[in-house]
């Protein structure tokens, strides 16, 4: 079967990652994937605090954001609920205050952890944004609000560039030892048009080739082993745009190989299984808590090893 794929062999990085260390994930649903693969395999991890974000800028943004101790301010009201332009949806409040005080508990969480952190690894979806016109500046989300209220524009490859060396200069003042791995989403924004959509991505791959080369930082080819490598509908979905759970984990795979050791691999490995088999239901209540309760008593056990390996 391997002579219906092209070959491409990605070469062992010499940033490797293991249990214990500190791996921070943002950016578009794809880093959502990444991230499961990560919790089930044990990895100590914080993934998308503000939601699932797409633009590069927005995420530079919420990076130096975390510095700035002011309270947000760009908060509106839809139907009872109160948003951020600065998040997702999935983060709101009942009130102003509410949601103020949720982001400045987000904003703590996210700098806290990457005060700690090894990796940092960032997921570029689409250089397609859109500009609140009231306040003129570009949006996380537009939260379902009319499309009167913003403007649509395409960010070139210059302009995501100097957004994030702007948070990677901060990034690297605050944490020395933190890495970034730049990757692009294989998942197309087809709501665009393919045209658009693949002139976007071109932007995104133009401007993380040049992160690349920024002191500390890498890339992963996530979206070319998707959109060269797999090339096929078989490992997409239904609506033909987001990868399958195959697809999902042969890039996993290839991101293991190219970041692990062969020793952390086979705890991924050991640590994935017992979460999996502990999510397993069967008729028998009994049972089934007595399985939990062996394979919580394994995970403890490797939990520990994991402990003294840091």
């Known amino acids: 079967m391997d002579h219906f794929f092209l070959q491409y062999d990605i070469p062992k990085a010499d940033l490797t990652i293991q249990h214990g260390d500190g791996v921070c994930l943002i950016g578009s649903c794809f880093s959502d994937e990444i991230a499961k693969k990560l919790q089930l395999a044990g990895h100590t991890l914080l993934s998308n605090p503000y939601g699932t974000i797409f633009h590069p800028s927005v995420l530079a943004y919420q990076v130096l954001d975390c510095f700035n101790d002011n309270v947000e301010q760009s908060i509106f009201e839809r139907a009872g609920s109160f948003y951020s332009w600065n998040t997702s949806t999935l983060i709101s409040g009942t009130t102003k205050e509410e949601l103020q005080a949720t982001l400045q508990a987000t904003k703590k969480e996210f700098k806290n952890f990457l005060k ?24 996380a989300n537009c939260h379902k609000m009319p499309a009167q209220l913003f403007t649509k524009f395409l960010s070139s490859p210059y302009e995501l560039v100097q957004d994030w060396v702007l948070a990677l200069e901060k990034l690297h003042a605050f944490n020395p030892e933190l890495k970034v791995i730049f990757t692009v989403s294989p998942v197309r924004h087809t709501k665009d048009g393919l045209p658009e959509n693949n002139l976007s991505k071109a932007r995104l791959i133009e401007a993380v080739h040049q992160l690349s080369f920024e002191e500390n930082c890498r890339y992963f080819p996530s979206y070319e082993l998707i959109i060269d490598v797999l090339r096929d509908y078989r490992f997409y979905k239904s609506d033909k745009i987001h990868p399958t759970q195959e ?31 502990k999510l397993h239901k069967t008729n028998n209540q009994d049972a089934n808590n007595q399985l939990i309760k062996e394979k919580e008593s394994e995970l403890s056990a490797l939990n520990n090893k994991i402990f003294w390996m840091k």
């Open 247 to 277: 697809a999902i984990d042969f890039v996993w795979k290839q991101f293991e190989n190219t970041h692990f050791s062969d020793s952390t691999i086979e705890l991924n490995k050991k640590v994935e299984k017992i979460n999996l088999m």
């Open 116 to 139: 700690e952190a090894k990796l940092l690894i960032v997921t570029f979806g689409t250089a397609w944004g859109y500009e609140l016109i009231e306040e003129e500046k570009i949006v």
